[in-house]
């Protein structure tokens, strides 16, 4: 039996296949390979993923529900790690499109795969993001999340709706995981960690938005792939809702100013820093209550930032160039 891996040349879905695949899984990976970012990188992940025998690809957009029914299929697909989105909360005020297709349109289609296939288990992406305007912190499943300050933001709350609405109309199994800022090797070109980088590297300042007074729950790739595979591994249990939702964070939110100071250490550059405004879209702060994870999920997180920005600088380091 399969695990249908979507997003599998995306960041957090490549990490997972590895996981899956080094654990003896079947994995069928799905990708559009969009240009949001460099597609250099996507191939190079892919690249590691390919040689693995029980590893198959396709290239597919999940929005289109027949292509993706076509591949899986007569595959013997019994759980889904669905991954594949349109991230970025910046880009969504201008591509707002782009998360209509690969997030909503994209969503309804992995339910109505599930349901097709009759998978016993769909653990999906949601995110932070969905907290919004939530002022209450730590961050907890339990607290409203209906102010989204971002269309990025809404559509994983859509996502949570949709799923809880196919979890009782069918009673589909299916565990969403809200992830807090994943940053590490063969990380995501987009986020403010990558870009730091690269700027340093290049000598160029950075942008430090609401002057630096901003704070993420960062955590750590290979903290986030333990918390999806424990989360694929526990199915809501027969006396449980057939759909759960869970932060997976790393519950320490670090200061924008302590991330610009390990890199300017990992590097050894002092970083040019230009403070601007607060931007459209985003939020102060995040810190994720990891309670629940912990408790159903033995999620444990263990990397602090120190570390994990060491081992992201020494992969940087080690690349003769950055993707793209
Ligand atoms: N990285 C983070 O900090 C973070 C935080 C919160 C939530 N998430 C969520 O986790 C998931 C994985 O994020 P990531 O950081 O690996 O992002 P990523 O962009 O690296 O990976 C997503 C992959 O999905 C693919 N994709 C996008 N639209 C598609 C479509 N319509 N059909 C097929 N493939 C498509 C992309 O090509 C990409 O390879 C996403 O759902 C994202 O929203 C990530």
Known sequence: M??????AAGFIGSYVAHALLARGDSVIGVDNLNDYYP?????ARLAKLLPHSSFTFHKTDIADFDALAAHCENAGIETIIHLAAQAGVRYSI???FAYERSNLAGHLSILELARKLKTKHLVYASSSSIYGANTQIPFSEGHKTDAPVSLYGATKKANELMSS???RLYELAQTGLRFFTVYGPWGRPDMAYWIFAEKMLKGEPIEVFNHGDMARDFTYIDDIV???LAAHDRPPLANEPPHQVFNLGNDKPEKLMTLIQLLEKELGIEAKKEMRGMQDGDVERTWADIGLARQHLGYAPRTSLADGIAQYVAWRLALPNAFG
């Open 94 to 96: 201008q591509n707002p």
């Open 226 to 228: 333990s918390g999806v």
């Open 2 to 7: 399969a695990v249908l891996v979507t997003g």
């Open 165 to 167: 609405s196919y979890a």
């Open 39 to 43: 597609t250099e990188l996507k191939d």
